[in-house]
Structures are given as C-alpha cells and as structure tokens.
C-alpha cells in the first residue's frame, strides 16, 4: 500500500491568464485536493512561483508535475517533501479589543506563539503569527478555546529549496549552454 503524505510542488511560469486554472484541472483529474496555494513573482525577473501543497503518494506526485510539464506556459515544476525545503504560512487572527484586554495572559501568550500585535483599537485586535500549520493552528485553539476568535485566515505555505539557487535557475543555464555550443 502506498502512503499519502504532503507534497510541495513547485511551478515556475510566465504570468499567462488562465494557467491556474489549468493546473488546477490537472489536481482535479487525479482527484487530488489542493491544501494551500501561494502565487508570486520568483527571484527570476519575468517568471513567476506557484507554490501548492497535496496529500498523494510519491507516485501520483511524478505523474502530475510531468503532466503539470507538458504544458507550453510552464517552465518546469518540481515537487519536493518537508525536508527538502524551508517553508512558513502566515495567519492573521481577530478578536474582540475587550475580551483581549481581559485576558490576563496576553503578554504571556504573545511570547509563548511568537505573535505580534498588528492593529489595536477600541473595536478589535489583529494577531499576526507566522511558522509552520502547527504553530499557527496552535495559537488559533488557544484564543479560540479562551476568547474566542472574530475572524481568522491563514496563507498559502510559501516555500523555497534548501539548496543554494533556485532549482530552474540550474536548467536555464544548462539550456543556455546547449544553445551556445550549437551556435560556435
């Protein structure tokens, strides 16, 4: 039996209307449910890095960045587990301004989660925490099970390589290379 765990993949790309959507469809296919998302330009003017997160088995995951591949508006796609990467998520957290300052353990709280106070005012405070699902989780069941919580939303993980360059960065310069020794 195969074992489904999370994947990152990777997917740099020129900004095309629609490319989304047609990854999208390729995840739908394997009936793969997309955990997070994140979309933003890379370190590689012009090229942009989606970033998205899926329980599959190893095998399925080949499949689907090859497929992911194939497509002309793609660059390459990769998928890598935890270990090959450093990665965060981002979580905003609302609550009512009176039942914050009525908590006792505030300072407390904020140290414990590593959190900061981005707004503050007679109606509510925003919490900002980022770190792994687990932390950001954390603190959610903390305030929710003490305060409660007004609104809460967390981001995409966002994600790069432990290794030293940006993986396409590697494959632009070897197709820079071919093309040259075919032009000398």
Do not use: W
Not at 12 to 36: D, K, W
Not at 46 to 74: A, L, P, W, Y
Not at 102 to 127: F, S
Not at 143 to 167: C, D, H, N
Request: aromatic content about 8%.
């Amino acid at each position: 039996m195969f074992t489904r765990k999370l994947y990152t993949v990777i997917i740099f790309s020129e900004n095309t209307v629609g490319l989304l959507n047609q990854i999208a469809i390729i995840f739908t296919r394997r009936q793969l449910n997309i955990e997070t998302l994140s979309v933003s330009p890379s370190a590689i003017e012009g090229i942009h890095k989606f970033t998205i997160t899926t329980f599959s088995t190893e095998e399925i995951m080949d499949k689907v960045v090859k497929q992911i591949d194939k497509r002309v508006d793609i660059l390459k796609a990769y998928y890598n587990t935890d270990e090959d990467l450093v990665f965060q998520e981002i979580a905003l957290y609302k609550l009512s301004t009176e039942s914050f300052l009525k908590m006792g353990t505030v300072e407390e709280l904020i140290r414990k989660y590593n959190a900061r106070i981005l707004e503050m005012n007679e109606t509510c405070v925003v919490l900002e925490k980022s770190g792994h699902y687990e932390e950001t989780q954390g603190l959610f069941k903390e305030l929710s099970s003490t305060i409660g919580v007004l609104q809460f939303i967390r981001s995409g993980r966002v994600a790069i390589t432990k290794s030293k360059v940006e993986r396409l960065s590697d494959m632009l310069a070897q197709m820079e290379s071919k093309l040259e020794k075919k032009h000398s």
